[in-house]
T-cell receptor
Framework: DAKTTQPTSMDCAEGRAANLPCNHSTISGNEYVYWYRQIHSQGPQYIIHGLKNNETNEMASLIITEDRKSSTLILPHATLRDTAVYYCIVRAYNTDKLIFGTGTRLQVFP | DAGVTQSPTHLIKTRGQHVTLRCSPISGHKSVSWYQQVLGQGPQFIFQYYEKEERGRGNFPDRFSARQFPNYSSELNVNALLLGDSALYLC???????????FGPGTRLLVL
């Protein structure tokens, strides 16, 4: 599975869009980009995933660059409850495991 | 529908003891994966079970074992506990091996 690189931490004002970047320059054609978040001491929560097209659901949008070497998770209107560690994971379709890095700690402030 | 459930929520053991952690997957999910998360790190993959068979194993010693039951629930067993086994143990379920994994709340194990 390809390695991902994320900033260690980010801040965002409440009500503003939070844009969380992820680099995955060694991604291969059959690997998906997954995003999870983990609020303090809870289990990771699935957010969204995509292969090459942009994706949107009720929680967030995922923008994947055309060369697939990077992506951005967008929380359109961040709230205090979005404060969490966000993990970007690259996973081949037929693999059994998720490989977590250290993620980005997003702090949403009032 | 209920999400993934795990029991117990917290557990304190002493070195050398063994522990059994339990996981019930989301209804209709046939695959269960176990992860260990030590403080300050991301979760690390331990096992995946699908249709009651081990389908994947991470880099963990043989003290760690698991099994999956006919109703797709699962147990993680850890023998001869070490202080370093203190962690949050997470269970995730998915419809099959390759589908999106959904995590439970975890069991926090403290080994003294």
């Amino acid at each position: 599975d390809a390695k991902t690189t994320q900033p260690t931490s980010m801040d965002c004002a409440e009500g503003r869009a939070a844009n969380l970047p992820c680099n995955h320059s060694t991604i291969s054609g059959n690997e998906y980009v997954y995003w999870y978040r983990q609020i303090h001491s809870q289990g990771p929560q699935y957010i969204i995933h995509g292969l090459k097209n942009n994706e949107t659901n009720e929680m967030a949008s995922l923008i994947i660059t055309e060369d697939r070497k990077s992506s951005t998770l967008i929380l359109p209107h961040a709230t205090l409850r979005d404060t969490a560690v966000y993990y970007c994971i690259v996973r081949a379709y037929n693999t059994d495991k998720l490989i977590f890095g250290t993620g980005t700690r997003l702090q949403v402030f009032p | 529908d209920a999400g993934v459930t795990q029991s117990p929520t917290h557990l304190i053991k002493t070195r050398g003891q063994h522990v059994t952690l339990r996981c019930s997957p989301i209804s209709g999910h046939k695959s269960v994966s176990w992860y260990q998360q030590v403080l300050g790190q991301g979760p690390q993959f331990i096992f995946q079970y699908y249709e009651k068979e081990e389908r994947g194993r991470g880099n963990f010693p043989d003290r760690f074992s698991a099994r999956q039951f006919p109703n797709y629930s699962s147990e993680l067993n850890v023998n001869a506990l070490l202080l370093g086994d203190s962690a949050l143990y997470l269970c995730a379920s998915s419809r099959d091996r390759a589908e999106t994994q959904y995590f439970g709340p975890g069991t926090r194990l403290l080994v003294l």
